[in-house]
């Protein structure tokens, strides 16, 4: 297949980066082999003051979706 390019450069950065995430967990659920690019800048998380009350991985949450191959039917 030939490679598609979408140009995400009039997007806000948080947009655009959302959708780069979308098309690689897409690559993953098709079974292809992830594209990694190193990012120019790091990303710079948020933080909020509080209490942490136990831990969770974005591999917790996305474990089932990356380990079990799901069929959508509309």
Same mark, same amino acid.
């Given at each position: 297949m030939a490679q598609? &390019? &979408?140009e995400l450069d009039d997007? +806000? %950065?948080?947009?655009?980066r959302g959708l780069e995430i979308v098309a690689e967990m897409a690559r993953v659920l098709a079974g292809k +082999?992830?594209?990694? %690019?190193? !990012?120019a800048r790091p990303t710079k998380l948020s933080t909020r003051k509080g209490i942490v009350?136990? !831990?969770l991985r974005r591999e917790d949450i996305y474990d089932d979706l990356l380990t079990h191959k799901t069929s959508h039917h509309a």
């Open positions: 598609r &390019i &979408i997007l +806000p %950065e948080p947009m655009a +082999p992830a594209q990694h %690019e190193k !990012s009350y136990g !831990s």
